[in-house]
């Protein structure tokens, strides 16, 4: 028994003694980490895993791990072959779903050829499916994470009598110039054939392990188990089988652990500021790194550089740049144009220069918009999509940077570019004062977000955003016509609270008639906690403007609900309109939360947990942020700066940012990693924006100036904040109450 224990421990501790023949160009064998020893980039993503006796295990029900697929696997002929064992009850005759792996393929270079999804590429996935079988199935069409395609089985194995106890081998292979499949288990081998629609081979997007390749909660396949010994080959089956039987063991380095390590230039003998401008200078060089036809997706995993939205399990094709959503590719660019002014760092401008220089090339020539996704293809960007967002700053994002964009270079492209998405908004908002969640192009009209027409959107800044863009393009411009477009926008906010005896707050969207209404299937017609914090900035913004108290109203009404309606925890995400019960909508059924065999019923049709209430947005900062509107509408303004003045703040603040934001525990700095990052779905992560990034900056062009580098009267030198808006753009403004041409 003891020997018998060893002998398997052994097997699962040693790499295998095939890893070194040159046609293995990537072996994971998990001894030591879960970086692959070879592969063109072996790094992974995913989450919720463990790696125990030298083997990969699975923890939760999305539990996944992946690797990039362009760097990693052949094209035209190959075969990934890996060990699987299960660790719990018997996966082979429970007739449930596990996948074991899938192969998706990118669509990178045919985003803007859609017909071709059909006929370009072998997508493929090796599961377990109801019937207790394990099928090598191929997915035809469809996305790249394989929405939409059509499964075709190609070769499978009854594995009812499989031992749940014992390590089992999987080989999947394909040989697109034979038009060859095969699946092969424990030494038996079937074969199947490429289906006739497949007809160009097109690389894989990512090799995707343990799990299926869909993200959404309830779709989950886990493979409830362990992997081993994952290997992919640059040759077809019966050839790795030979190849298999002829030891050759693997004698090449491990890859390093990677790390960031930028050196401080600018102050390199202080130890404070050199520690901010190393940290400063690690995320910003990633930025310029990963940047990519002057954009990025929203995150960036770490260690892979794989380039992901927020939320998603798999990679975004390479070719696609996404300006949608908080710090999307505009706000990496602001941040990279500050540190340019506050380092005098060429480098970092000239890739903000890059994005702002995208942007002058995608805005539609006549109508002055852009759309929220492109591709790079054929040379140009291509549109994602026909749709033209309205919300999550896709339209104002790009306005303000590119008014930060003229100011720093006096280039008039940048300006009228900005008019020109500022004349769109115009253009674009409803005749209630609202702005729709998109727009359509043809109709020009605004579309709500489950197609009615005029529709207000609330959700995602859909209003508000627009309404603070245009008050400061008004104060740039001097033009009447954008402030009071914006303060109509405003008036919308006002008249959009929803206030009965139940409930008081707003709802997410809103028909042509101001009435609260559905949109996707999990936003319900309610009053929603974050359209409280979406209106919040648009009032804050239109008070600011005009001191005007009917802006703030709603918002204290707000409040004095949140103040008597609190509950453990906070507050619900939704309240139905009616009663003021908390609910929420799955699959555009309501379930009230205050009803335990409700939530019961939510918690099995969803696969998520039951929902508890909370405070996403810190109600007691929206409290702070009203008073202090009243007590300062200008904002958190200083005197001009001078030399003397910069000095004492910096002796003020400098320890105290060492402290809060590099040895802060509650966000701290990963020093392996030399970044700020998190876990996110596909595991660790960073974001474009950070807002140590942010104020670091801040504190090193103050240094600079006095040390004599820059004239200490910018006015970027009279506030201090940790994102970079406006404030980077104009001057603070005087005294509005007598706005010119109103
Ligand atoms: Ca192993």
Request: hydrophobic fraction near 40%; include cysteine; proline fraction near 7%.
């Amino acid at each position: 028994m003891l020997s018998m224990l060893l002998a398997a421990s052994l097997l699962a501790g040693q790499p295998a003694a095939w890893a070194g023949h040159d046609e293995v160009l990537f072996y994971a064998d998990f001894s030591v980490n879960d970086h692959a020893w070879k592969g063109g980039n072996p790094y992974p993503f995913g989450r919720h895993y463990e790696l125990a006796d030298g083997a990969w295990h699975n923890l939760e029900r999305d539990g996944y791990l992946g690797y990039d697929g362009p760097g990693n696997l052949p094209l035209s002929a190959g075969t990934v072959s890996l060990r699987f064992k299960a660790a719990k009850g018997n996966p082979f005759t429970d007739g449930q779903r596990h996948g074991l792996l899938a192969l998706p393929r990118t669509t990178e270079g045919m985003l803007s050829h859609p017909d071709q999804y059909q006929r370009r590429g072998l997508a493929l996935s090796v599961r377990k499916v109801e019937g207790n079988t394990l099928d090598l199935i191929v997915h035809v069409g469809g996305d790249h994470w394989m929405r939409g395609s059509k499964p075709v089985t190609a070769a499978g194995f009854d594995v009812a009598r499989l031992d749940p106890a014992a390590w089992h081998e999987l080989a999947v292979s394909w040989d697109m110039a034979a038009r060859k499949l095969w699946l092969a288990l424990d030494g038996q081998v079937r074969e199947g054939a490429v289906p006739a629609e497949v007809e160009v081979q097109q690389p894989f997007l990512a090799l995707c392990l343990g799990n299926t390749e869909d993200y959404e909660p309830a779709h989950q396949e886990p493979w409830d188990g362990w992997l081993d010994d994952v290997a992919v080959w640059r040759v077809p089956y019966p050839r790795v089988a030979e190849l298999r039987r002829q030891p050759k063991p693997y004698a090449g380095p491990r890859p390093p652990v990677p790390t960031r390590r930028a050196a401080a230039t600018l102050f390199p003998d202080d130890p404070a500021l050199s520690r901010m401008e190393r940290v400063v200078r690690q995320h910003l060089d990633l930025l310029v790194e990963t940047q990519r036809h002057g954009g990025w997706c929203l995150s960036i995993k770490w260690p892979s550089l794989i380039r992901m939205s927020a939320k998603q399990r798999l990679p975004e094709p390479g070719n696609l740049i996404g300006l949608s959503k908080d710090s999307h590719t505009a706000f990496a660019a602001l941040q990279l144009a500050w540190a340019g002014q506050a380092l005098g760092e060429p480098k970092y401008f000239e890739a903000a220069r890059r994005t702002g220089d995208m942007y002058l090339a995608t805005q539609d020539r006549e109508q002055g918009f852009w759309r929220h996704a492109y591709a790079h293809e054929d040379g140009d960007w291509r549109p994602l999509s026909e749709l033209v967002l309205l919300q999550d700053h896709v339209q104002t994002a790009p306005i303000l940077l590119l008014a930060y964009l003229h100011r720093l270079t006096g280039d008039d492209r940048y300006r009228a570019a900005a008019l020109k998405g500022a004349d769109f908004l115009l253009a674009a908002q409803n005749p209630s004062g609202s702005w729709s969640h998109h727009w359509d192009a043809v109709k020009r009209v605004g579309i709500g977000a489950t197609g009615a027409e005029r529709g207000g959107e609330m959700n995602d800044y859909g209003t508000s955003a627009p309404v603070e863009t245009l008050l400061q393009v008004a104060r740039w411009t001097g033009a009447a016509r954008y402030r009071a477009a914006a303060l109509k926008g405003a008036d919308w906010l006002v008249a959009a609270l929803v206030e009965t005896d139940r409930v008081v707050g707003w709802a997410g969207q809103y028909d042509a008639a101001n009435q609260p209404v559905q949109a996707r299937h999990f936003e319900p017609a309610s009053v929603t906690q974050y359209g409280t914090r979406w209106a919040a900035d648009g009032l804050l913004a239109a008070y600011r403007a005009t001191r005007d108290e009917r802006y703030l109203e709603p918002l204290r009404k707000v409040l004095a609900w949140y103040d008597t309606h609190r509950t453990e925890g906070g507050w619900h995400w939704d309240y139905d309109l009616a009663s003021g019960r908390p609910i929420q909508m799955y699959q555009r059924r309501v379930y009230f939360l205050d009803d335990p065999a409700q939530v019961q019923a939510l918690v099995a049709d969803s696969g998520q947990p039951a929902p508890r209430p909370g405070d996403w947005i810190k109600v007691e900062q929206l409290r702070g942020e009203v008073n202090g509107a009243v007590e300062r509408p200008e904002g958190k303004v200083g005197p001009p700066a001078t030399v003397a003045s910069l000095k004492s703040f910096l002796a003020a603040v400098t320890q105290l940012h060492v402290t809060t934001y590099l040895e802060s525990q509650s966000q701290p700095l990963n020093e392996q990693a030399g970044l700020y990052t998190w876990d996110s779905t596909a595991g660790t992560s960073t974001n474009l924006v950070r807002h140590q990034v942010i104020r670091f900056c801040d504190l090193l062009y103050r240094a600079r100036a006095v040390r004599g580098d820059v004239p200490p009267d910018d006015f970027a030198f009279r506030t201090s904040t940790a994102t970079v808006g406006w404030e980077k753009v104009l001057p603070p403004p005087a005294n509005e109450d007598s706005h010119p041409g109103d």
